[in-house]
Every structure is written in C-alpha cells, then in structure tokens.
C-alpha cells in the first residue's frame, strides 16, 4: 500500500512541492511498490542546492541561475539578479523533451514553452529531436507501469551514438 502519509512528510521535511504533485494525478499509471521504494530514498540523485534552485524557479516563474541574494549575486553574476537562462540560445545539443500529460510538476504547458522556446529552426537546424507526450505523471518515468516510452529513448540514442 503507497503511504501517502510519508510522503507528504518527506516534502515537508525537504521544503518542497507537495509529493502528491510528483506522485502524479492518476496513480493507476504507476507501480506503487517501486513509488515507495522511489520515497525511500529521495532526494538522492540530486543536491539540496538543486531543490532550492527548481524552487526559485518556479515560485517567481522565470528561468533563471541559482539566486544566492543580492550581495553574492553580485559576486558572482556581476548583477543584484541572478541572470535569466535563455534556452533559445541552444542550438549545437540534440534535445529530446519526453513530457508526462499528467504530470503536475512538470506541467503540459510548461513543456509546451520549453519546446516553443527550443524550436529555433526547422529540420536539422532546430536541437529539438523529439517531443512527445505520454499518458503518464511526473514519476511515471520512472515507476510507471508502462515504460514503452524507452523505445523512444532507445532510438534516439542509437540515431545519434554515431553522429
């Protein structure tokens, strides 16, 4: 049985968004064993920094580098603001955006911008490869019952592991 109950503690505990929004709007699409196991061990793969900066981001809504404060923004960036990351810039990296149409953290329209924001040619000019979306939540990429999405993944890498 998924515990809800120790998620929820776990984002308190870390300050984050509230767990059910990585649990994902529809909790039938997920393996509940592997979601557990997943809750276990969060945050490992990331950095307390990382949480703090997706935070910032998405409490003043804007794309910018880490905010350290208006004093050591200054040191670093040369400016009281921390800079905003244009991604229109990219055009060198072949980009693949996988989106979930449940998915409650990484939003459908927040994806749907990305892409806007990468599609900065036409063909072979644009770095963006694929967008797809998928039945699934935010987690589903990872304890989803349905990882058919990988064939996707798997030949992308194999398009481009020779280029």
């Known amino acids: 049985e998924f515990d809800l109950q120790r998620c929820k503690a776990l984002a308190?505990?870390?300050?984050?968004?509230?767990?059910i929004k990585i649990h994902d709007a529809d909790p039938k699409v997920n393996d509940l064993t592997s979601v557990q196991i997943f809750?276990?061990?969060?945050?490992?793969?990331?950095?307390f920094k990382c949480l703090r900066h997706w935070t910032q981001i998405i409490k003043s809504g804007e794309f910018r580098?880490?905010?350290y404060g208006r004093?050591?923004?200054m040191e670093i960036y040369g400016?009281?603001?921390?800079?905003?990351?244009?991604i229109s810039r990219i055009h060198s990296v072949p980009i693949a955006?996988?989106?979930g149409k449940h998915d409650m953290l990484a939003t459908p329209e927040d994806m749907r911008w990305t892409q806007a924001q990468l599609s900065g040619g036409e063909g072979?000019?644009?770095p963006l490869k694929?967008?797809?979306?998928?039945?699934y939540g935010h987690i589903s990429f990872l304890c989803g019952k349905d990882m058919k999405y990988l064939d996707d993944v798997t030949r992308l890498i194999r398009e481009y592991e020779s280029k």
């Open 39 to 47: 809750w276990y061990y969060h945050p490992n793969g990331t950095s």
């Open 97 to 99: 955006l996988l989106c």
């Open 79 to 86: 400016s009281e603001e921390a800079p905003l990351i244009d």
């Open 65 to 67: 580098k880490f905010n």
């Open 124 to 126: 072979e000019d644009s």
């Open 130 to 135: 694929l967008f797809k979306e998928y039945d």
């Open 71 to 73: 004093e050591k923004n």
């Open 12 to 19: 308190s505990l870390h300050g984050m968004v509230d767990a």
